[in-house]
C-alpha cells in the first residue's frame, strides 16, 4: 500500500504544479490583454476610467499569479513557502 500512496503523493504533486502553472500562464493573458486594451485607447489619464480598469484587471492578474502573490508564504521549504500539496 505505501506504493499506491506514494503514486497518489505524485499524482497530487503534479496536480498542484499543473494548478500553478495555469494560473501564472491566465495572469501573464490577462497582464498582456491589458496593456493591449490600453494601447488600443490611446493617451491614459491619470485616474480616468482607462486608468482605473487596467489597474483593476492587473490587480485580478496579480491575484492569479503565483509568483506575485506569494499564496505558499506560510508554508516553509524553498524560496516561495512549501505549497500545501507539495509531498
Partial sequence: WQEQERSRQE????????????RWRRSRQLRAYARAVARNAGTRAPGSDLESWVRWAEGVADDLDPLVNDVYADYPGGPFGKPPWWA
Avoid at 499524482?11 to 495555469?22: C, I, N, Y
Fill in 11 to 22: 499524482e497530487v504533486r503534479r496536480a498542484g504544479l499543473m494548478a500553478e502553472a495555469t
